[in-house]
């Protein structure tokens, strides 16, 4: 017999799960392939199943391999683990029929299974694990993966650590989504000569700010022929060459987390193949764990997996297509209002967090009739006088600035035929606020309330506390008739809390208690559009997409950098649910206007700034470019992304230019959005259009229309763009269509 067997495949749309059984020790692990690849799957080499869970429990050996500290992958627990069995369920959902691949273990009277769940048609897996215990006595987790692809990559003979790269978003304030790509072998993800030394990539998030450095997201691309030096060597001059022209054989796995607490992905090696897994940050890295008591049953956030083979359409932007289509049910969860990603403005960047009923007044007069939905009051409505943000968390309305109380503005926001929005830092308290001082509503940690300078934070896990936002924010938004309600979140709790059995089990139980809030302000007033953001990007992640309308992708309001960082976040969030930023100045002559203007075509239109002063003529470019935007809106709702132009290594020092081609749904239509940088004096730019755009019956292409400078040029000579006449930081906006 065989060391290893294929034990069983499953077909799932254009992609392979394939499960795996080492005859050895019994262990079903599973790997994620094309449709197609199965044939040049190699079993053979010095290298062992793992199972489709990654686990370890209290009392257990700690992994060997001089792993431990570094990983917890393959302890006792793992290794303990026995194969039970598999099984298929088929369900209709919504029309759409679900498969659901269940794979069980045990282990010492606890029921360990991996749940892959696939609906007809999509582009990715659904995947997490349950543990349920039948034991006597209490047993604790201290590791439990939401999903583990062993044997990564099992096509091909040999090493083959120098043809795999992984592809991480990395993440900080105003610079979010930066990628950032490593080969397995500058990370030591090979194995030593004797294959006893273990060598792990963990990284993730701590915290309640699950976006702060990294974002839960990664790609792991087998390049199959060609040479990791040639795709460093392409790396420094494009960006696209980064992403395109991956190798004729070789295939790419992508991995998103649905998590708003702390985290961590791994890539693992030991010997000739390597595993990936993802999940809650355990105790080594997140300082987590979770007690099972007899007949507890404990689920893992959900992660979405993907795979596809690498062909010139098979781009870093292509598989993160495949991540984020999972997400599409966020567009039709959102209130009817929000169908048509109506355009939005927010006085944050007019009054810098000091609003008044008279200026929010002139802005609604000025804003009247100009195709805006929604009138947004950021923070400051609130503030006692001279302290700042302090007060936070007692939501008490400023009667000198709002005389008339929040109704009389709203009132007038909507005289003037918009809806309007209202600030809120719900979950957490300022130093000068009532509640700062009420311990027992607050988290803690070893008995003190957490507190980062002036700020500490809302136990949502407390029945009283959540009546009190219930009296504070719902009822006053439902009262004084607000229908936009922005949610920010400005700073992180770090490690955890007390109050369960672990540090993280704490923060973990809290934060989902805030998003079931989410859910309840839904439910409560059904036409809400509610806007999820965290000092810009830091909550940027699919679990609270889900319960919010749209996200800020950013606190860049006024930096050159807005079309990058938009660019970059569209592969882990839909275009749809980015809210981007377009700061208009008095000031701003053409060229400025249509730069920050055109940048809102990345995602969701937002405009701020000296609204209620710009001249008439300024007007009518941003009436041109709201006008523009409606026409575009189908396509920025519902397509995918192609991104060209030189990688961008510094957003303070950016160089040439980028292009984002945005091909509809029908893929008759395609949204172009071009931005320039420091040309150096190079005022033309060309581009091919990308493989799924020309690859059907016809290759005729024409522009439809646009949103420039009438200086600069446009054309289209087979499959390839050129632009001209361009200038440093230009953009502009068009549209392409077929004869």
């Not at 392979?16 to 994620?32: C, E, H, M, P, Q």
């Not at 040049?40 to 869970?53: K, Q, T, Y």
């Not at 349920?132 to 583990?148: G, P, R, Y």
């Not at 700061?583 to 405009?607: H, I, P, Q, W």
């Amino acid at each position: 017999m065989a060391d290893k067997e294929i034990f069983s495949k499953f077909e799932l749309g254009d992609m392979l799960a394939v499960f795996i059984k080492d005859n050895r020790s019994g262990s079903v692990g599973f790997t994620l392939l094309p449709k197609g690849f199965d044939e040049r799957i190699e079993l053979d080499g010095w290298w062992s199943v793992e199972p489709a869970v990654q686990c370890k429990f209290v009392g257990d050996n700690y992994p060997d391999g001089f792993i431990h500290g570094h990983s917890m992958k393959n302890s006792q627990s793992a290794n303990d683990m026995k194969f039970v069995g598999q099984r298929v369920e088929m369900a209709t959902e919504e029309s759409s029929s679900v498969c659901k691949i269940i794979t069980e273990y045990e282990r010492r009277n606890v029921k360990i299974s991996s749940i892959l769940e696939y609906a007809e048609g999509a582009t990715f897996i659904k995947a997490y694990s349950v543990f349920e215990s039948d034991s006597a006595e209490k047993q604790t987790l201290e590791m439990a993966s939401s999903f583990n692809i062993c044997a990564f990559p099992c096509v091909g003979k040999g090493l083959r650590q120098k043809d795999l790269i992984l592809h991480r978003l990395k993440s900080k304030w105003s610079m979010e989504g930066k990628l950032e790509s490593r080969g397995f072998l500058d990370m030591e993800l090979e194995p030593a000569w004797l294959r006893i030394g273990a060598s792990s990539e963990r990284f993730g998030e701590i915290g309640s700010m699950p976006v702060r450095r990294y974002f839960p997201w990664m790609v792991v691309i087998d390049r199959g022929e060609r040479s990791y030096t040639e795709k460093l060597d392409e790396r420094k001059s494009s960006d696209a060459s980064v992403q395109d022209s991956l190798g004729s054989c070789g295939y790419s796995i992508g991995a998103q987390l649905y998590i708003n607490s702390s985290w961590q992905m791994e890539v693992y090696n030991r010997d000739e193949k390597n595993s990936l897994s993802g999940g809650i940050a355990d105790r080594e890295f997140g300082h987590w764990m979770k007690d099972l008591n007899p007949g507890d049953r404990f689920v893992t956030p959900e992660a979405i997996l993907t795979v596809c083979k690498n062909t010139s359409a098979a781009t870093i932007d292509e598989i993160s297509w495949r991540m984020t289509s999972a997400q599409n049910i966020n567009l039709e969860n959102v209130p009817e209002s929000e169908k048509e990603l109506p355009v939005i403005f927010n006085e944050y960047c007019t009054s810098w967090g000091n609003p008044t009923e008279q200026e929010m007044a002139d802005i609604a007069e000025r804003l009247k009739g100009h195709g805006i939905k929604y009138c947004v009051i950021d923070a400051g409505w609130h503030v006692k006088d001279g302290n700042d943000w302090s007060d936070i968390g007692d939501w008490i309305t400023n009667k000198k600035k709002f005389p008339g109380g929040l109704k009389k503005t709203a009132d007038k926001i909507r005289e003037c035929g918009m809806i309007p929005g209202l600030w809120y830092e719900m979950e957490v308290v300022g130093k000068d606020s009532e509640m700062f001082k009420k311990d027992d509503m607050l988290l803690k940690r070893d008995g003190i309330p957490i507190q980062t300078m002036f700020r500490r934070f809302l136990d949502m896990r407390k029945p009283e506390v959540r009546e009190y936002l219930y009296e504070r924010v719902i009822k006053n938004l439902k009262e004084n008739g607000y229908g936009y309600l922005k949610v920010d979140y400005n700073d992180n709790i770090g490690i955890g809390c007390d109050g369960a059995e672990s540090l993280g089990e704490g923060m973990r139980e809290s934060l989902v208690e805030s998003r079931n809030f989410f859910k309840k302000i839904r439910e409560e007033i059904p036409d809400i559009v509610i806007e999820n953001c965290s000092s810009g990007g830091h909550r940027l992640e699919p679990s609270m997409q889900a319960v919010t309308s749209m996200a800020s992708f950013s606190d860049a309001h006024e930096w050159q950098a807005i079309p990058v960082i938009a660019a970059n976040v569209t592969r882990a969030i839909l275009p749809a649910q980015s809210q981007i930023w377009a700061v208009l100045r008095a000031k701003d002559d053409e060229k400025r206007l249509r730069y920050s203007l055109s940048n809102t075509f990345l995602g969701r239109m937002c405009l701020s700034g000296d609204m209620s002063t710009i001249s008439d003529e300024q007007m009518k470019i941003v009436d041109e470019a709201i006008a523009y935007y409606k026409k575009c809106a189908s396509v920025i709702k519902y397509g995918r992304n192609f991104r060209f132009g030189p990688y961008q290594n510094s957003y303070n020092d950016l160089k040439g230019w980028q292009a984002v081609v945005r091909v509809s749904e029908s893929k008759d239509e395609a949204l172009v959005v071009v931005n320039t940088f420091n040309t150096e004096g190079n005022g033309r730019i060309e581009f091919d259009l990308p493989f799924i755009y020309t690859c059907t019956e016809s290759n005729s292409f024409e522009i439809i229309d646009s949103f420039k400078r009438e200086e600069i040029g446009i054309k289209i000579l087979g499959e390839k763009v050129i632009v001209d006449n361009l200038s440093n930081f230009d953009g502009l906006v068009f549209r392409l269509g077929k004869f």
